[in-house]
């Protein structure tokens, strides 16, 4: 298994661009997860999908940002537009329905910079 | 609230020494605690789980430990190597819902030669 996919892995934009993360879950799992990543905070959880649907989007930080899986293999991560703020590593991870064991599958993250 | 609070934020220490991280948390109700190790410039990998049952689980020269009772766990790494040069993050989950986690902050160990 290619374990998960993300790209870009790297993102140079300036202010008010809009920017469009993406993920490829691994194969079978039935939960997706995003989190960012800074210096200051931590991991910090943005959003979460079962099968799909978004369960709990409350860590998302301002409307700037939108997530959608259109489809188990595949999720994205938008923000517009974006300000210097945002500047952190965005990962996704997934895992599957598996009970109380839970073990996050974490891509290689998306570094995002905003100029 | 559920916390989970890592110590120290971070550690430098020289090569084939040992060293000891700490892990305390609020979740509850427990379920699993897991240690990742994030090497730079890549994303977490489990290294352990330890179950409320569990008071200590090896891993090469990784040992972790449990004690349910004072919601502390610690990471002991035996005669360092410089590729252990890492964050070590402490994930706590609680057993309802979805097992979603509760991640710490992080320690940042370096390993000097």
């Known amino acids: 298994d290619a374990g998960v996919i993300q790209s870009p892995r790297h993102e140079v934009t300036e202010m008010g661009q809009e920017v469009t993360l993406r993920c490829k879950p691994i194969s079978g799992h039935d939960y997706l997860f995003w989190y960012r990543q800074t210096m200051m905070r931590g991991l910090e959880l943005l959003i979460y999908f079962n099968n799909n649907v978004p369960i709990d989007d409350s860590g998302m930080p301002e409307d700037r940002f939108s997530a959608k899986m259109p489809n188990a293999s595949f999720s994205t991560l938008k923000i517009q537009p974006s300000e210097p703020r945002d500047s952190a590593v965005y990962f996704c991870?997934?895992?599957?329905?598996?009970?109380?064991?839970?073990?996050?599958?974490f891509g290689e993250g998306s570094r995002l910079t905003v100029l | 609230k559920n916390q989970v609070e890592q110590s120290p934020q971070s550690l430098i220490i020289l090569e084939g020494k040992n060293c000891t991280l700490q892990?305390?948390?609020?979740?509850?109700?427990?379920?699993?605690l897991r240690w990742y190790k994030q090497d730079t410039g890549r994303g977490p990998v489990s290294l352990t789980i330890m179950t409320f049952s569990e008071n200590t689980k090896s891993n090469g020269r990784y040992t972790a430990t449990l004690d349910a009772d004072t919601k502390q766990s610690s990471l002991h790494i035996t005669a360092s190597q410089l590729s252990d040069s890492a964050s070590y993050i402490c994930?706590?989950?609680?057993?309802?819902?979805?097992?979603?986690?509760?991640f710490g902050r992080g320690t940042s160990l370096i390993v000097h030669p």
């Open positions: 994930v706590v989950s609680a057993a309802r819902g979805s097992y979603i986690p509760t």
């Open positions: 892990c305390n948390y609020t979740v509850s109700p427990f379920s699993n």
């Open positions: 991870a997934s895992r599957p329905t598996s009970g109380s064991s839970g073990e996050l599958f």
